[in-house]
């Protein structure tokens, strides 16, 4: 069973949807023990940095995502919000986040050598992976995901990106590290891609 | 870099794709699902479904096509037609619709783009103006007026400052009708695509008239678009979306790969 954590915002069903469509098993839950007792966890997402943070906590997730579910080494995906949550602190309402990569999130530039730059992008951008990871497997590199963000994480230590896209600035657009695996792209909704990438994190065994 | 978007429009009666809609090898045409899934699988980046039920009692029909769809299709998709308030919205979008287009209704209640923006976010709400050319004078200074109700009524207002207006309350991306070039298959109304394009910080969707793959090329470079509504150049399968795409980037226009559908796992 794969728990989607229930945050009370986002499009949860559409991973849902997804999930199902691969044959994995799935449950949209708020329940901390749910989520202690499934064998992988999922933070899907699209929202603000601060309402979701504020949810999690007032859920009381914020300690079972860090200590129960990625401190025991469970595996763990976090897309579009779900990254920008894994870092210390967020531009974004000056969010604290839940500080498990060392880094912060920050907003795309208005401009760009003087000319305007549009956020939030969305749409379909190439990914160009920078170090091979499993999640990857079978998708070619610079393939295009599907992309709703002003905001982009910056960590502190380069080494846990494994993918970058270009909007303007090249930003990290996926990260791993251990059973720690994120991206800002939208999984659920970026075609055939997307759905290997989800299967990928799926099957992969630790 | 973003992808140009290649958006096929569908329009939806009771659950049924109802017009404009003849030619696609085995899928019935009526069935909204079927088509979506035909457009996901022929590489498509967006799709937008446009509610044309006329009664309030068969809306919940919609929302059924959107569950079924939502089951089907991995890339977002859009629900538009008759969307008047906050509750109207979130029954779509749980339903599991990427965003809402809202249209007359935000002419008439503005205040809905900014109630929208603050419960979903500004990335679910899609602003769709259907525009048409008048004299350039002090009250249409683009030269375009808004009007609503499938272009039977004007409303006085500048079109050029409307999507200002829109964006200022938070529509997370626009979409041009143009109500003279719909239909004509004479390419999209550029000046005014490009007028907006180049005034906003959002993206711009160019909607109306695209004909051949010339149209949707100006759209993009001419007209500025960041994504084009197509619906009979598509529909009638004279073009393909994979050959739109070639000819697109045989013309040095960024396209999103349509890559090989692989089978599902089950």
């Known amino acids: 069973m794969i728990a989607i954590v229930d945050y009370r915002a986002g499009n949860l069903t559409s991973v ?85 990569i060392p880094g912060r999130v920050v907003r795309f530039p208005h401009s760009v050598d003087g000319r305007p730059l549009k956020a939030p992008q969305i749409g379909w951008n190439r990914v160009r992976q920078t170090r091979p990871h499993p999640l990857f497997a079978g998708v070619p590199d610079n393939s295009h995901f599907y992309f709703v963000n002003s905001y982009y994480p910056v960590p502190d230590d380069q080494a846990v990106t494994i993918a970058t896209s270009d909007h303007g600035v090249v930003f990290t657009a996926a990260i791993a590290r251990g059973n720690v695996m994120a991206t800002q792209f939208h999984l659920e909704k970026s075609g055939p891609m997307g759905l290997r990438m989800l299967d990928n994190f799926c099957r992969m065994e630790f | 870099m973003l992808a140009k978007r290649i958006i096929p429009c569908l329009d939806v009666r009771d659950g049924k794709v109802t017009k404009g809609v003849r030619f696609l090898n085995n899928v019935d045409v009526g069935d909204p699902v079927a088509m979506a899934r035909y457009y996901y699988e022929q590489g498509a980046d967006e799709i937008v479904f446009y509610d044309i039920t006329a009664s309030n009692e068969r809306r919940g029909i919609m929302i059924e096509v959107v569950r079924a769809v939502a089951r089907e299709i991995f890339i977002p998709f859009s629900v538009g037609g008759g969307l008047r308030t906050v509750e109207d919205m979130r029954a779509v979008l749980l339903a599991g619709a990427e965003k809402v287009s809202i249209d007359s209704g935000a002419v008439r209640n503005p205040r809905i783009i900014a109630e929208g923006a603050r419960a979903f976010g500004s990335q679910c709400i899609v602003l769709s103006m259907q525009v048409k050319r008048r004299p ?19 409303t006085g207002r500048d079109a050029f400052n409307w999507a200002r207006e829109g964006e200022s309350l938070g529509a997370g991306e626009l979409c041009i009708n143009s109500i003279d070039q719909d239909g004509a298959k004479s390419g999209y109304d550029l000046e005014i695509t490009r007028m907006i394009a180049d005034g906003v910080g959002i993206p711009v969707i160019a909607s109306g008239g695209a004909g051949e793959p010339r149209h949707l090329l100006e759209g993009f470079t001419a007209g500025g678009a960041d994504a084009a509504i197509v619906a009979s150049i598509v529909h009638y399968g004279e073009y393909p979306i994979p050959s739109l795409k070639r000819y697109l980037r045989a013309h040095g226009v960024e396209v999103r790969d349509a890559p090989e559908m692989e089978r599902s796992a089950n």
């Open chain 1, 16 to 100: 849902a949807s997804a999930l199902g469509h691969l044959g994995h098993r799935s449950e949209i839950t708020d329940r901390p023990e749910a989520i202690r007792a499934a064998e992988r966890v999922i933070l899907p997402g699209v929202g603000a940095a601060g309402a979701t943070m504020e949810n999690l906590r007032n859920l009381g997730l914020d300690r079972v995502l860090r200590d129960d579910v990625i401190g025991a080494g469970k595996p763990f995906l976090g897309i579009c919000i779900g990254i920008q949550v894994l870092f210390e602190r967020s531009e974004e309402d000056a969010a604290d986040c839940l500080e498990i």
């Open chain 2, 136 to 154: 350039v004078s002090a009250e249409f200074p683009s030269g375009c007026e808004v009007v609503i109700d499938g272009g039977r009524t004007p």
